[in-house]
């Protein structure tokens, strides 16, 4: 079984969404012992051992938002939404290891993540509000 299936439907962490189901759009990405990983290529049980996050367990509060999730909703930078667990799981290991990125690391960043709704400038800048706070 995928990680993806296995997160979806026997835990019910439906944050995680398939877009492609071959690892190139970046939708089912989650972390990985803090490191950014594609849940459908990867099968269920390489996960064992290994400390998972999904987008559900971004926050260490559940009552409010990470801060790289407000910063998404103060720049508009998601439409449809089904995307953005896949960028968000992406940023966060991205911002630890670059906490004042330039607008060229992140373009760089985001090139494994594919959002077909709208352009990636509001994410740019989402990126670069966190950053700052």
Do not use: W
């Not at 398939?18 to 989650?30: D, N, R």
């Not at 990983?37 to 051992?49: E, K, L, N, S, T």
């Not at 720049?75 to 670059?98: D, I, K, R």
């Amino acid at each position: 079984m995928l990680l993806s299936d296995f997160l979806r439907h026997e835990l019910n962490l439906t944050g995680t969404h398939v877009g492609c189901e071959h690892g190139s759009c970046g939708a089912c990405t989650i972390l990985m012992d803090g490191a950014a990983v594609r849940a459908c290529i990867m099968f269920a049980v390489q996960a064992d051992g290994h400390a998972l996050t999904t987008v559900e367990g971004l926050s260490a509060d559940p009552d409010k938002l990470h801060p790289l999730q407000a910063a998404f909703r103060e720049a508009h930078a998601l439409q449809c939404g089904y995307c953005t667990p896949g960028f968000l799981m992406t940023l966060v290991p991205f911002l630890e290891e670059n906490p004042q990125p330039d607008e060229a690391a992140i373009r760089d960043v985001l090139s494994g993540n594919i959002c077909r709704c709208t352009g990636y400038q509001n994410i740019v800048d989402a990126v670069l509000l966190a950053a700052r706070k």
